[in-house]
C-alpha cells in the first residue's frame, strides 16, 4: 500500500499547530518581552521554573539557544564541558557552543544510549597548574536522541548530580523531550529538575508548539543568560503570540504523549517481525525508532528513498541507521499503515541483499 499524502515521521519538529492552538495564539496578550513586558511570556517562564522546580526561566526561540546561553552561563571561556558522545549539544548546535562561547568539550561513550554516572564523572578533571583545563559542567540529554529517544534512568541521575556537586561541577539536561521521558517513565517534572542546575524544556516537538523552549535554573545563571541571549541574536518583542502556544502545549498535549509512544511501538513490532535486526524493540522506549538497516546490509539512504516513494518520510541518519519520530499530527491508523509499509520494504530490501 501507499499514502495518498505523505505520512511524515522525520521528526516531531513538523507537527502545526491544533486549531485549538491557534487561537490561543491570535488571543494572547502581549508586550515587549526584552523589556520584560509580556505577560504570556513572563508567566510561561515562572511556570515552567515552577513545574521543574527552579527559581526562574528564560524563553528563547529555540532548543539549540536554550542550550547555548545556559552553559554559556556555566562555562566560561576555555573551560570544559562533558557530554555524551553522540549528544545533541555536540553533534547538531552547529559547533556553537565552542565556536561562539569558546567552550571546549570532550566526552564518554555510551553504546546504547544510557547514562552511567560513573563513565560522566570518570572524564571530570580539576584545573591543575596552568596548562590543564578544568571541567565545569556535564550536560546529559533526556531523552537521548541519537539512541533512539533512551531515557536517562532517574537513579543514575541523582547519583551523578551527587557525584558533580561534591566536586563543584555543574550539570544542565538538554531535555529536548523530557515530557516523554517523564511520561514514560511515570517521574515528575521536579524530580528531573531536581538532577540538575539547568533544564532546556522544548515546546515545539512532541509539545507540539510552533516555536520555543525555555531554559530553568537559578535565577542570578538566568538572569545572564538572559543577557547572552540579547548578545546572540535572540531578544524578541511581543513573544506572546508563541509563548501562548507554550501555555496551550502544557495545558493539552502532555498525556497525549502516550499516543505517540504506543505509535512507534506499533511501527516498530511490524518492522521487527519481518527483519528482526533491522529494530532492536528493547530500545524503542519513547516516540522515537531506529531502524538499523546496515545490519543486513541495506543502505540507510535507499531504504529512505524507497519508504519516501510508498509515501512515508523517514530520516537516514547515516549510512546505516534510519530515523522516525511520532508525533501529535499521526493517528493510529497510519501509524499501523506505516508499520506494514516499512515492514515490507525491510523484507525486500534485506532478501535482495541475500
Given amino acids: 500500500m501507499s499514502f495518498e499524502s505523505p505520512v511524515d515521521l522525520r521528526s516531531d519538529t513538523l507537527t502545526r499547530p491544533t486549531p485549538g492552538m491557534r487561537k490561543a495564539m ?12 509580556d505577560p504570556t511570556v513572563n508567566a510561561l517562564e ?36 562533558l557530554a555524551e558522545s553522540r549528544a545533541h549539544i555536540l553533534r547538531s548546535e552547529v559547533g556553537g557552543h565552542g565556536a561562539i ?41 533526556n531523552t537521548h536522541n541519537f539512541s533512539g529517544g533512551r ?14 556537586d561534591a566536586r563543584g561541577i555543574r550539570m544542565h539536561m538538554d531535555g529536548a523531550r523530557v515530557a516523554n521521558a517523564v511520561v514514560a517513565s511515570g517521574t515528575s ?21 510552533p516555536v520555543g523552549s525555555v531554559l530553568t535554573g537559578p535565577s542570578a545563571l538566568i538572569e545572564e543568560a538572559r543577557y547572552l541571549r540579547k548578545r546572540y541574536g ?26 505517540d509512544h504506543a505509535n512507534a511501538e506499533l ?14 524493540l528493547d530500545t524503542v522506549e519513547t516516540n522515537i525508532v531506529l531502524l538499523r538497516t546496515g545490519r ?29 519520530v511520532t508525533h501529535l499530527d499521526i493517528s493510529e491508523e497510519q501509524a499501523r499503515a506505516t508499520g506494514r509499509v516499512l515492514a515490507e520494504i525491510a523484507e525486500q530490501t534485506a532478501s535482495a541483499v541475500v
Fill in 26 to 37: 491570535a488571543e494572547a496578550d502581549v508586550g515587549d518581552d526584552v523589556y520584560g513586558e
Fill in 151 to 164: 531515557i536517562a534512568d532517574i537513579d543514575e541521575l541523582r547519583r551523578l548530580r551527587e557525584l558533580t
Fill in 267 to 280: 511501527i516498530a513490532r511490524d518492522v521487527a517481525a519481518a527483519v528482526p535486526s533491522f529494530v532492536d
Fill in 189 to 209: 517534572f521536579a524530580d528531573q529538575g531536581s538532577a540538575v542546575d539547568t533544564m532546556s524544556v522544548c515546546l515545539s516537538k512532541g509539545l507540539g508548539a
Fill in 101 to 141: 562561547a569558546g567552550v571546549t568539550s570532550r566526552t564518554w561513550i555510551s553504546p546504547d544510549g544510557t547514562l552511567s554516572a560513573d563513565d560522566a564523572i570518570a572524564l571530570a578533571e580539576q584545573p591543575r597548574g596552568y596548562n590543564q583545563v578544568g571541567t565545569a559542567l556535564i550536560a546529559v540529554e
Fill in 234 to 259: 535572540g531578544g524578541m518583542r511581543q513573544a506572546g503570540i508563541l509563548a501562548a502556544a507554550g501555555h496551550y502545549a502544557l495545558d493539552h498535549h502532555i498525556e497525549r504523549l502516550r499516543d
Fill in 46 to 81: 515562572r511556570r515552567i521554573a515552577e513545574l521543574f522546580d527552579h527559581e526562574a526561566g528564560l524563553f528563547c526561540p529555540s532548543g539549540s539557544l536554550t542550550n547555548m546561553v545556559g552553559v554559556a552561563a556555566s562555562v566560561g571561556r576555555g573551560q570544559e564541558l
Fill in 296 to 324: 543486513a546490509g541495506v543502505s540507510a539512504e535507499s531504504y529512505a528513498h524507497l519508504a519516501s516513494d510508498r509515501g512515508v518520510r523517514i530520516l537516514a541518519m547515516n549510512e546505516g541507521e534510519c530515523r522516525l
